[in-house]
């Protein structure tokens, strides 16, 4: 918040009056900037501008040595944050658990506050469309250095922070986030850009940080960031396009409208944009650009709650995603989104949740198959189709067929290049598998699960001082994730750091609450592999001989025949735990007994 004008404290002094700028158009003159980047300034990066009791000499006015105090201080640390504000994500998902609006829950089930923000998320769906066609055409014609004759930056990556709500109403907090996200959205589909994905831009929520910081820490040449109005039926968004690296102020326009009338509007908006600059771009592109999406817009609403829910990564909020999905479904059976997330939420439910891959492999496929036959170029259908044909099927040509389909349409897609990287892990193409979850990374630089992925990419390429690192960094975006010391902990194992394993063990349990015996099986591991093979057996008889995990105790014990009749048993029940065995460190030892390559043929991985 920006201080008030008020009476000077006792015994201060009054700042001379040649010391006082009386105007935006007068701070912005003295900073050498203009008036948007200066009122950016404020609001962001905290520019020392007071408000005016009286308006006998207007409305804002600022003092010389308070800016000279803020521009030295700028520069010297380059970014401030609030106290108690968190870095990184809640992140368990591909483009990590989202945060939803900043870090705030889901919204509550009182019937007032939800009916806003349902109206809240229509228009936003109708007008991010309407500034991202205008805003993309911008950014293809400045893809070779045209605006109106003048060169410009090359932009080549963009980020779309969070806009800020302006309403005055916690409520219409969902609207502002729901235009973000489908702004980025629109951005995404550009080929030749690459568009940093909403949840690493929405970690950066609530920071005070300079767009210099922000351009290192993302790596984008450019920064998309507003402001939003939503009064008296009408809605009025504030868009600015910086250069990154300069802080430079590139392009701004205001759009307002009525409120219910955003979904008409689109393709006009876009148009008066358009009109102002020179667009270059593929027909195909510029009609997937312009399209007015058809859909109902209540499914839409519904397809973004459940989305919201599902990347949370969490089972409870997976069940109600899927209610979500079926009610978009019911609400406008065309709509193929809410089909294509349906995949994505009933394999989440074998591979991390309660149930077997046998359970959810029919639902998974012919929910993919239903987006698909709906709309066959949506890469979110494509990308569980490919899972299911991959991970349920070992169908491995055919699913990397698939994946490479999804990820050519829309290079920007987190989800596609993530699924990607796990296909590619589980057939042991290792080189490859790192090149995508790189790829992945650089789009969601800030999801703790991106990062802890390419730390077990890493992991099963015995690379284990770069796997160490990359999840310790994912440790850092999100310390509550269970499952990122457990892959740490297996990193140490492979690097005879056993005793650091174990404290990670103990630090999964103070997680994770009783029962004690939780992790007894990766414990057992991990005491056989460090010599304390009695130990290991002692431990073992803790855990049910069903669990497919007693495979990897017998193989760090050396007992063979456990281990594969353990191997042959999950092979049997399809279980998840098995997709990515062939590269694991953990069955170094089993690699030369002949039943290896038998369950390798079994699951298609034969080379």
Excluded: C
Aim: without cysteine.
């Amino acid at each position: 918040m920006t201080p008030e004008a008020s009476a000077p404290v006792d015994g201060a002094t009054e700042p001379d009056a040649t010391d006082r700028l009386d105007s935006w158009k007068d701070v912005a003159t003295y900073l050498k900037r203009d008036v948007s980047t200066v009122q950016r300034w404020e609001r962001r990066e905290g520019l020392p501008i007071h408000r005016q009791q009286h308006d006998k000499l207007g409305s804002v006015y600022a003092f010389r040595h308070e800016l000279d105090a803020w521009r030295v201080g700028r520069s010297r640390h380059g970014e401030q944050r609030p106290a108690d504000s968190e870095s990184g994500l809640d992140a368990t998902s591909p483009s990590g658990p989202e945060p939803g609006v900043g870090s705030s829950d889901l919204p509550s089930p009182a019937v007032s506050r939800f009916e806003r923000w349902r109206v809240g998320r229509l228009v936003a769906a109708g007008i991010a469309t309407t500034v991202g066609i205008g805003l993309a055409s911008w950014l293809l014609s400045h893809q070779i250095g045209i605006w109106s004759g003048s060169p410009r930056p090359e932009i080549r990556s963009i980020v779309v922070l969070p806009l800020e709500n302006l309403s005055g109403d916690v409520a219409q907090e969902f609207f502002a986030a729901g235009l973000t996200e489908e702004l980025t959205g629109r951005l995404a589909q550009l080929t030749g850009l690459r568009v940093v994905s909403r949840t690493s831009a929405m970690s950066l929520q609530g920071r005070r940080i300079s767009v210099p910081t922000i351009a290192r820490e993302l790596d984008v040449d450019a920064v998309v960031e507003g402001t939003v109005r939503r009064e008296g039926g009408r809605v009025r968004i504030s868009i600015q396009l910086i250069h990154a690296p300069t802080d430079t102020h590139l392009w701004a326009r205001d759009f307002e409208r009525e409120a219910a009338a955003t979904w008409p509007l689109q393709i006009e908006v876009a148009q008066a944009v358009a009109d102002e600059i020179r667009v270059r771009a593929s027909p195909e592109e510029r009609a997937r650009l312009a399209t007015i999406p058809t859909v109902s817009p209540a499914a839409h609403e519904e397809y973004l709650l459940g989305r919201h829910l599902l990347w949370k990564f969490i089972e409870e909020d997976r069940v109600l995603a899927i209610d979500h999905f079926n009610r978009a479904i019911r609400l406008d059976p065309k709509y193929a989104a809410p089909y294509a997330a349906l995949a994505h939420a009933w394999w989440m439910r074998g591979v991390l949740g309660p149930l077997s891959l046998k359970q959810v492999a029919t639902p998974a496929r012919e929910a993919a198959l239903a987006a698909l036959a709906r709309d066959d170029r949506s890469p979110e259908a494509l990308a569980a189709l490919a899972y299911v044909q991959g991970m349920f099927d070992w169908d491995w040509r055919r699913a990397e067929a698939t994946i490479e389909r999804a990820v050519a349409l829309e290079p920007n897609s987190v989800d596609a290049h993530y699924v990607y990287a796990l296909l590619l892990m589980a057939m042991g193409r290792l080189t490859d598998a790192v090149s995508q979850i790189d790829h992945a990374a650089r789009l969601d630089p800030l999801s703790a699960q991106v990062h802890s992925t390419y730390g077990r990419v890493l992991y099963r390429a015995r690379r284990f001082d770069e796997a160490r690192e990359r999840l310790e960094r994912a440790l850092l975006l999100e310390p509550r994730n269970v499952g990122i010391y457990g892959r740490l902990a297996d990193v140490h194992e492979q690097s005879g750091r056993y005793d650091d394993a174990l404290g990670l063990l103990d630090r999964m349990s103070t997680l994770t609450g009783p029962p004690a015996t939780r992790f007894a099986a990766r414990r057992a591991r991990i005491l056989a592999s460090a010599g304390r093979t009695d130990d290991g057996r002692q431990l073992l008889a803790h855990v049910p001989p069903q669990n497919p995990e007693v495979a990897e105790v017998f193989a760090a014990l050396g007992d063979h025949d456990a281990a594969f009749t353990s191997l042959f048993r999950a092979l049997d029940e399809r279980d998840s735990w098995l997709l990515f065995i062939k590269s694991d460190p953990i069955f170094e030892g089993l690699r030369r007994d002949p039943r290896w390559a038998a369950v390798l043929r079994r699951m298609n991985l034969v080379d």
